[in-house]
């Protein structure tokens, strides 16, 4: 029978801070440029030209039809080689943090765009038809009239899809980043007490996702009284 350990994580827990703090800056940096990001391209897929519809439709789908790990490892390998080339940096240069941040950024966006484009169309199109009948242009009835009230009934689904997103950086193992999950794999590796600190990161991200998702449950219930 497996002798369980623990003795290793209070020791640990300023390193595992340290991986905590890394994945909650790839988590909101993604979620502030997804919501930017998303928010322009659902307004280009709901564009009347065809351009702008279809290169948004073309990103949309491109990112939502490759899994995150790829596009992690690919921006893992290229935003590097970019940058160097670009700004002149040091080849020893660690764009490990840039690179995850960028590519869950910009995967991120795929998805919070098709929320936005959903949160739009859900807000009725009379509207619309009021504030271009106040003298309002395309882009002023969309800033002041219709995002704020299609933002307000997509906050659940906004919220949701953060949670997904902070369970899915624990993927940046990839390029070797020591985020929460890479820190605890290595003192687990190191002490060997894999078992114990890998059970240790899975209740941190349940206690955390789980509390985030009553959270959104009630907000829900409150939205709907």
């Given at each position: 029978?497996?002798d369980?350990?623990?003795?290793?994580i209070p020791?640990?827990?300023?390193?595992?801070?340290?991986g905590?703090k890394?994945?909650l800056e790839?988590?909101?940096?993604?979620i502030v440029v997804?919501?930017?990001?998303g928010t322009?391209?659902a307004?280009m897929?709901?564009?009347?030209?065809?351009l702008?519809s279809?290169?948004?439709?073309?990103?949309v789908n491109l990112?939502?039809?490759?899994p995150l790990?790829m596009?992690?490892l690919?921006?893992?390998l290229?935003i590097?080689?970019?940058l160097?080339s670009?700004?002149g940096l040091?080849?020893?240069?660690?764009m490990?943090?840039?690179?995850?941040?960028?590519?869950?950024?910009?995967f991120?966006?795929?998805y919070?765009a098709?929320?936005?484009?959903?949160g739009?169309?859900?807000?009725?199109?009379g509207?619309?038809?009021?504030?271009?009948?106040?003298?309002?242009?395309?882009?002023?009835a969309m800033?002041l009239?219709?995002?704020?009230q299609?933002?307000?009934?997509?906050?659940p689904l906004?919220?949701?899809?953060?949670?997904i997103l902070f369970q899915?950086?624990s993927?940046?193992?990839?390029?070797a980043?020591a985020d929460?999950?890479g820190?605890?794999?290595?003192?687990?590796?190191?002490?060997?007490?894999?078992?114990?600190?890998?059970?240790?990161?899975?209740?941190?991200y349940?206690?955390i996702c789980?509390?985030t998702?009553?959270?959104?449950?009630r907000?829900?219930?409150?939205?709907?009284v």
């Open positions: 029978m497996y369980f350990d623990w003795s290793s020791g640990a827990l300023p390193f595992l801070w340290q905590m890394v994945s790839i988590t909101l940096n993604a997804g919501i930017v990001w322009l391209l307004m897929r709901l564009s009347r030209s065809k702008l279809w290169f948004a439709a073309g990103y990112f939502r039809s490759i790990v596009v992690l690919w921006f893992f290229l590097p080689q970019v160097q670009m700004f040091s080849p020893v240069a660690d490990r943090l840039t690179s995850a941040m960028i590519g869950f950024a910009l991120e966006s795929a919070y098709e929320i936005i484009r959903a739009i169309q859900s807000v009725p199109k509207q619309a038809a009021a504030a271009h009948a106040l003298g309002m242009s395309y882009g002023q800033v009239v219709i995002l704020p299609a933002f307000r009934n997509m906050v906004l919220l949701t899809q953060a949670i899915d950086t993927l940046v193992y990839v390029s980043l929460f999950f820190a605890a794999y290595k003192v687990g590796d190191r002490d060997g007490r894999l078992v114990e600190l890998l059970l240790f990161a899975g209740l941190v349940f206690v789980y509390s998702s009553l959270l959104v449950k907000f829900q219930k409150r939205k709907t």
